[in-house]
């Protein structure tokens, strides 16, 4: 007669761990995020035209709110930023996947005895901060630059290009050169994981390299391909450095501009915290449909 297992005790040992990193998001998420609610939802001095929080949500005032939320329409005047933040983030978010995949797959699968020198170059960018990366492209790309005398063939023509004044692609570039190591790290990570008796098994079922690739490596990384480009698109919503170091033009000006402006404006901070919480709905939606896709993609496994 087979006896009943016994019911395995709750282990306490998880929740003890979990509990500095549950602290730290209520500290430093939770915390500032009600902080800008308050300010949002908040008044505004008459007086000196500054943001006057208020605490209490039963007395919320959603006027700035409203504000921002009709003029991000197709009549509205936010809404050509939104459009151009989409389409470069979008635009950046691909070249930084065409671009890092392939360095990210060479040196997971192929990269042998050198694995550790190429990953140690992918983190070195890390080491130098974001502005000094851009503003080397500043010198790159003035008038008197390297790209320009380049172009004119080392001083035979005169291209007479001026890439820092409003030019979309130096955006989409910039951005793209200043997120992709976000990218190749997450591909590194998710491709070095992957079950290589998995990939010999489609070999040996008769499948030659490019195949191979296609219907066995692709699928069996996608989630990792999802949760880089995720990583790397999510911070290019609130960026708005890259675009004043390159171009500073209005014509270029992104939704972290937009921020970044009613900021510094006095009386509109109520509307630069509004936008803050547009971006961060517009970031949490695809977050939680990865984990969904995630969440499933598990089950489906087990």
Same mark, same amino acid.
């Given at each position: 007669?087979?006896?009943?297992?016994?019911?395995?005790?709750?282990?306490?040992?998880?929740? %003890?761990? *979990? /509990?500095?990193?549950?602290?730290?998001?209520?500290? !430093?998420?939770? #915390?500032?995020?009600?902080?800008? +609610? $308050?300010?949002?939802?908040?008044?505004?001095?008459?007086?000196?035209?500054?943001?006057?929080?208020?605490?209490?949500?039963?007395?919320?005032?959603?006027?700035?709110?409203?504000?921002?939320?009709?003029?991000?329409?197709?009549?509205?005047?936010?809404?050509?930023?939104?459009?151009?933040?989409?389409?470069? %983030?979008? *635009? /950046?978010?691909?070249?930084?996947?065409?671009?890092? !995949?392939?360095? #990210?797959?060479?040196?997971?699968? +192929? $990269?042998?005895?050198?694995?550790?020198?190429?990953?140690?170059?992918?983190?070195?960018?890390?080491?130098?901060?974001?502005?000094?990366?851009?503003?080397?492209?500043?010198?790159?790309?003035?008038?008197?630059?390297?790209?320009?005398?380049?172009?004119?063939?080392?001083?035979?023509?005169?291209?007479?290009?001026?890439?820092?004044?409003?030019?979309?692609?130096?955006?989409?570039?910039?951005?793209?050169?200043?997120?992709?190591?976000?990218?190749?790290?997450?591909?590194?990570?998710?491709?070095?994981?992957?079950?290589?008796?998995?990939?010999?098994?489609?070999?040996?079922?008769?499948?030659?390299?490019?195949?191979?690739?296609?219907?066995?490596?692709?699928?069996?990384?996608?989630?990792?391909?999802?949760?880089?480009?995720?990583?790397?698109?999510?911070?290019?919503?609130?960026?708005?450095?890259?675009?004043?170091?390159?171009?500073?033009?209005?014509?270029?000006?992104?939704?972290?501009?937009?921020?970044?402006?009613?900021?510094?404006?006095?009386?509109?901070?109520?509307?630069?915290?509004?936008?803050?919480?547009?971006?961060?709905?517009?970031?949490?939606?695809?977050?939680?449909?990865?984990?969904?896709?995630?969440?499933?993609?598990?089950?489906?496994?087990?």
């Amino acid at each position: 007669m087979l006896k009943a297992r016994p019911r395995e005790r709750p282990n306490r040992l998880w929740p %003890v761990l *979990a /509990a500095p990193g549950v602290g730290w998001l209520l500290l !430093f998420f939770l #915390a500032p995020l009600y902080v800008v +609610l $308050a300010i949002v939802f908040g008044q505004r001095d008459p007086v000196f035209r500054t943001a006057v929080p208020v605490w209490n949500p039963l007395q919320w005032d959603p006027t700035q709110f409203t504000y921002v939320l009709t003029r991000i329409g197709p009549d509205g005047v936010y809404f050509p930023a939104l459009v151009r933040t989409v389409v470069y %983030v979008a *635009a /950046a978010s691909i070249l930084c996947l065409c671009i890092a !995949f392939p360095v #990210a797959y060479y040196v997971s699968r +192929l $990269a042998g005895r050198h694995k550790g020198l190429l990953i140690a170059l992918l983190i070195a960018p890390f080491w130098i901060s974001y502005m000094m990366r851009m503003l080397a492209w500043v010198n790159l790309l003035q008038n008197d630059g390297l790209f320009n005398w380049m172009l004119s063939f080392g001083g035979l023509f005169d291209p007479n290009v001026d890439w820092l004044t409003g030019q979309p692609v130096v955006v989409v570039l910039g951005l793209a050169y200043g997120y992709v190591p976000y990218m190749i790290l997450p591909l590194y990570a998710g491709l070095d994981r992957l079950s290589q008796s998995m990939l010999e098994a489609s070999r040996d079922l008769g499948a030659n390299r490019v195949s191979s690739f296609v219907r066995v490596t692709l699928p069996m990384c996608r989630p990792t391909i999802m949760a880089a480009v995720l990583l790397t698109c999510l911070p290019m919503l609130g960026d708005y450095f890259t675009n004043d170091l390159l171009s500073a033009s209005p014509k270029t000006a992104m939704v972290g501009n937009l921020i970044n402006d009613s900021v510094q404006a006095p009386g509109q901070t109520g509307q630069a915290g509004a936008f803050v919480m547009l971006v961060l709905i517009a970031t949490v939606v695809p977050m939680i449909y990865y984990v969904r896709v995630t969440l499933r993609g598990d089950e489906v496994r087990t």
